[in-house]
Every structure is written in C-alpha cells, then in structure tokens.
C-alpha cells in the first residue's frame, strides 16, 4: 500500500517536472523577448538583467514610426485578410460540390489527394517558377501576388478543414430548404453558411496566422516598403554592422500580438470549429 502511494506522488512529481520544463521552455523566450524590447539601447549593452531597469516604449516607438513599419503592418494586415476571403471562398467553391453533391468517390478522393500533396510541396521549391511567372504577369512588388500565392498555399489546408465542417452538417436540412422551394444559392446561403460559421472562421484564423508569419514569397517578390511585410521588415534590422536587439525585439512582440488578439477574440469559434462532428451520435 505504501509503495502504491509513492508511485502515486513519483508520477504526481514527473507530471508537474514535466509541465514545469515544458511551460519555462514556451514562456521564458517570450518574456525574453518583451523584457528586451522595454530595455534601452546602452541598458542592453551594460550589462545582461532580467528586469528591464528602466522600462520605456521608446523601441516601439522607433520601429513604428521612425523606421516606417506602420506601413508594412498595414501592408501584412490587408494581404492576410484577402488572402483569407480568396482560400475561403474558393474552398468552398471546391469542398462544396464534394460534400454536398453526388460525385464519383473517384473525383473526391482525387480532390482531396490533390490537395494534400499541394500542402506537401515546399515553398523554396517552387519560388524561383512564380518568381518567373510574377514577372511575367508584371504583378512584381503588388500586394496582388502574394495574396494569389498566400492563397493557393493555404488552399489545400481550408479544402480539408471545411470538407470535416461541412461534411458534419446534415444533408437534410438543405433538402428540407430545397422541398420548401429554395433554389441551391439560397439553401447555400441561409441554411449552411449559418450552421458552418465556426468552421469558417477557425479555418479563417488559422489561415490568417499562417499568411502573417510567412517570409520567403515576401522577401523574393517584393521590393519596397509599399508592398513588403512585416517579416520582411524585421529581417532589415540585422545589418553588417550591428543588430539593433530592443527594434528586433519591440518588432517581434508586435508580430506576435496580432495573431494572438486574433486568437483571443476567436477562441470560441477554434474550439467550436476544431471540435465541429468530434461527438458523434452512436
């Protein structure tokens, strides 16, 4: 009985080792890299604190305003944003007719196995071909072409997750609305998008985070502060001379924020969209 008990709290004591380790390895870098984006420039080649000495927003400050990157988080902000209503709206265009409508099991297999190797296909190998094919389309340096390429990478990843939410929404409601004298658009509309809005908007937040932190497109297809990103922006503060820690730092933190209030504010959306036909009736 008492060796039970001692297996107990040995278990109890690795669980909580464990999640300790693991919550330090997550957290610390992150506190890291908000004590430094408050500490000055001379604070930080002093001496190494934990605690910012004198905490100020100067940094913050620097990298908006002085350094111009309002204009590349602007430029992040709207390319995120069309590229989620492009994925979006051309995911249901695709996942619709292969959930909703009678098609060979052959074609939806083949969509989806289609899909599945786009997601497999690494960005650097096919960044020299739509180098060649932007250029040619004279769309170099134009937000337009990273949402185009944003959205055809991100495609694959909205056709498997609203293929799950759609394929969970019962068939005979949409039925039901059409016996009533709906037509398809309408039944589309009013019956499905409703009941598929958690889905919908845990892909659309995923897909935004996803458009936000990708550098390589943005750094080989633009050009000028008009039209690059926010990464791209951050990459510019590693010079030959020095690397400007507390603007690396203020810039990260600025990175992170918006996807994570992004986050916050559609949580109950994730859960509800990740966990859409997870409790099935027996």
């Not at 979006?88 to 009678?102: K, Q």
């Not at 390429?149 to 039925?175: R, T, V």
């Amino acid at each position: 009985m008492r060796s039970r008990g001692a297996a107990v709290w040995a278990r109890i004591i690795l669980i909580v080792a464990g999640l300790g380790v693991a919550g330090f390895l997550y957290a610390f870098p992150l506190y890291w890299l908000i004590a430094t984006s408050l500490k000055s420039k001379a604070e930080l080649y002093q001496s190494i604190t934990l605690f910012p000495q004198h905490p100020s927003l100067n940094s913050y400050a620097s990298v908006l305003f002085d350094r111009g990157f309002w204009v590349l988080l602007k430029n992040s902000v709207i390319v995120c944003a069309a590229t989620v209503v492009v994925t979006i709206a051309v995911g249901l265009v695709i996942t619709y007719p292969i959930t909703r409508l009678s098609v060979p099991p052959q074609l939806r297999v083949g969509v989806l196995n289609w899909a599945l190797s786009l997601r497999f296909l690494p960005p650097v190998a096919v960044v020299v071909p739509y180098f060649a094919i932007v250029r040619t389309l004279q769309i170099y340096n134009q937000p337009i072409a990273l949402i185009g390429i944003y959205s055809l990478f991100n495609l694959p990843f909205a056709i498997w997750m609203l293929k799950g939410f759609l394929a969970e929404i019962p068939i005979e409601l949409e039925e039901a609305a059409l016996v009533d004298g709906a037509n398809r658009w309408t039944s589309f509309r009013r019956v499905l998008l409703p009941l598929a809005t958690p889905g919908l908007l845990a892909a659309a937040t995923i897909v935004f985070t996803f458009a936000w932190s990708e550098f390589l497109f943005a750094l080989i297809l633009t050009a000028t502060p008009q039209s690059q990103t926010f990464p791209v922006g951050v990459q510019g503060l590693v010079t030959q001379f020095e690397i400007i820690w507390n603007d690396m730092a203020a810039s990260g933190v600025i990175a992170m924020s918006v996807p994570l209030v992004l986050m916050v504010i559609a949580r109950k959306y994730m859960v509800a969209g990740l966990t859409f036909g997870v409790i099935r009736d027996k």
